[in-house]
């Protein structure tokens, strides 16, 4: 199973991941690979550990990507939304004669656009509809905006130490 993280466009989602101590804290045990068309993939054992790495990386994927999205084994591609129903075993694994979906296209500039099929639940939508346009370090628009030292003071609200710690 992969996680697939799809950034915003402009961002480069794989270098904005590496300039945080914090996302390399939280990805350390795995092997991010930055794809062709400038989405980030992360490799995972179950659907558990997809759903909790997603979870753990909640503040950057707010700030940074369009989509998340989850690819199983077979080569199916879900939505964060029915991976968790899945989870809560709500719904079974969908195979390819899923009802519901919606088309997910990949825009880079210079290159054909790549088109996905993502399963989902009834009635869910992408957050847009518009092309998903992403960057590599070698473009002027990849930068995020944060100066190293910056990007790194960020705190997430959400956050409290463990007591016992």
């Known amino acids: 199973m992969q996680v697939i993280f799809i950034p915003k466009p402009g961002i480069d989602l794989y270098r904005t991941l590496l300039l945080s101590e914090t996302s390399r804290m939280i990805l350390r045990f795995y092997s991010p690979r930055r794809r062709d068309d400038g989405c980030v993939e992360v490799p995972v054992a179950t659907l558990g550990s997809a759903l909790s790495l ?3 990386l909640r503040w ?11 690819k199983t084994r077979d080569g199916i591609v879900i939505s964060k939304n029915l991976a968790k129903e899945i989870y ?4 079974p694994y969908p195979g390819e004669d899923w009802p519901y979906s ?23 939508r992408p ?5 998903h346009q992403t960057a590599t370090s070698d473009t002027p628009e990849a930068d995020t905006g944060f100066e190293d030292s910056e990007f790194d003071s ?10 016992e710690s």
């Open 154 to 163: 960020q705190k997430d609200p959400e956050f409290k130490p463990d007591p």
């Open 102 to 124: 919606y088309t997910c296209s990949i825009h880079q500039p210079g290159k054909p656009d790549q088109q996905l099929v993502i399963l989902c639940l009834e009635g869910e």
């Open 54 to 56: 997603a979870s753990e």
């Open 60 to 70: 950057y994927i707010r700030r940074y990507t369009s989509v998340t999205l989850f």
């Open 88 to 91: 809560e075993r709500s719904l």
């Open 127 to 131: 957050e847009s509809s518009r092309k």
